[in-house]
T-cell receptor, first 116, second 111 residues
Framework: DGGITQSPKYLFRKEGQNVTLSCEQN?????MYWYRQDPGQGLRLIYY???????QKGDIAEGYSVSREKKESFPLTVTSAQKNPTAFYLC???????????????FGPGTRLTVL | GENVEQHPSTLSVQEGDSAVIKCTYS??????FPWYKQELGKGPQLIID?????GEKKDQRIAVTLNKTAKHFSLHITETQPEDSAVYFC??????????FGKGNQVVVIP
């Protein structure tokens, strides 16, 4: 059963703690993305990766970090430097730049992070 | 960068009627325009998309139209059903795999 999985669905952390959100895909997609969604807002790009061992900052990268050691996995760490981390985090993947259908992004179910 | 705006922010329709959501974009180099449906507490689901070399695309009750001159594209849902109630997001891309999203439209289908 192919798709994108994110875990956990709900996450609670105390202020000042780092937390890592998981994203795995078995679609054999080259590109992966992390978005942040706040109530009544669109999706804002945090980081993206076009290929293994490479990633670029999106529009709101401050306070976040990522790694892309494997094609299937793109974990996001929300650090204590992120001033307002409570949000709904969405991971997505696509075939990748230059591919015929490379633009189409498919999303995981999301992780709701609440910082207390 | 690309700026995508959606109107109206909330749309209520009677079951069976049609719903139309319009998006405008700012960058004339954008060439890919997807629409996503998001149900409460879930990730967005791609429902239809269009590329700049066509003006209209249809998939059963859903259609998307693109006007490159005016830089806007619209989602049309016919014969609306209660399960169409959701938040709909439009997006635009220049083909570099980066999508710029609108803020979303809440569609409410009244039974």
């Amino acid at each position: 059963d192919g798709g994108i999985t994110q875990s956990p669905k709900y996450l609670f952390r105390k202020e000042g703690q780092n937390v890592t959100l998981s994203c795995e895909q078995n679609l054999n997609h080259d590109a992966m993305y992390w978005y942040r969604q706040d109530p009544g807002q669109g999706l804002r790009l945090i980081y993206y990766s076009q290929i293994v061992n490479d990633f670029q900052k999106g529009d709101i990268a401050e306070g976040y970090s990522v790694s892309r050691e494997k094609k299937e996995s793109f974990p996001l760490t929300v650090t204590s430097a992120q001033k307002n981390p409570t949000a709904f985090y969405l991971c997505a993947s696509s075939m990748g730049y230059g591919k015929i259908t490379g633009n189409e992004q498919f999303f995981g179910p999301g992780t709701r992070l609440t910082v207390l | 960068g690309e700026n995508v705006e959606q109107h109206p922010s909330t749309l209520s329709v009677q079951e069976g009627d049609s719903a139309v959501i319009k998006c405008t974009y700012s960058d004339s180099a954008s060439n890919y325009f997807p629409w996503y449906k998001q149900e409460l507490g879930k990730g967005p689901q791609l429902i239809i998309d269009i590329r700049s070399n066509v003006g209209e695309k249809k998939d059963q009750r859903i259609a998307v139209t693109l006007n490159k001159t005016a830089k806007h594209f619209s989602l049309h849902i016919t014969e609306t059903q209660p399960e169409d109630s959701a938040v709909y997001f439009c997006a635009a891309s220049k083909g570099n795999n980066r999508l710029a999203f609108g803020k979303g439209n809440q569609v409410v289908v009244i039974p």
